[in-house]
């Protein structure tokens, strides 16, 4: 089992960046798939990115492609979502995501792959 939390979250202005952080708990986070999600008021929880366990794949949502990127150290535990060029539709509650996988470069778009999820961070985007 593997707990995840999430910190980086804040107010930033339109074309800021910020960067998120998730720290995992346990020895064993180099066994899981990565991603990064995000909820916004009133709408379904969407996927924004993903990573897989040895940083080899990546794939990210349509809508942040080009200026969102994650990233991992193993080392650390920690799985990152740098983000440029912010937007105000970027506002939401972002979560982070875990799924222990035998795959070293696979990577899951879908909610229901990841079975951990962290507390969230808010960002707000102003314009």
């Known amino acids: 089992q593997v707990q995840l939390v999430e910190s980086g979250g804040g107010l930033v202005q339109a074309g800021g960046s910020l960067r998120l952080s998730c720290a995992a708990s346990g020895r064993t986070f180099s066994s899981y798939a990565m991603g990064w999600f995000r909820q916004a008021p009133g709408r379904e929880r969407e996927f924004v990115a993903a990573i897989s366990r040895s940083s080899v794949g990546t794939y990210y949502a349509d809508l942040v492609k080009g200026r969102f990127a994650i990233s991992r150290d193993n080392a650390k535990n920690t799985v990152y979502l740098q983000m440029n060029s912010l937007k105000p539709e970027d506002t939401a509650v972002y979560y982070c995501?875990?799924?222990?996988?035998?795959?070293?470069?696979?990577?899951?778009?879908?909610?229901?792959?990841?079975?951990?999820w962290g507390q969230g961070t808010q960002v707000t985007v102003s314009s």
């Open positions: 995501a875990a799924q222990i996988t035998l795959s070293s470069g696979s990577y899951y778009s879908a909610r229901q792959s990841y079975d951990y």
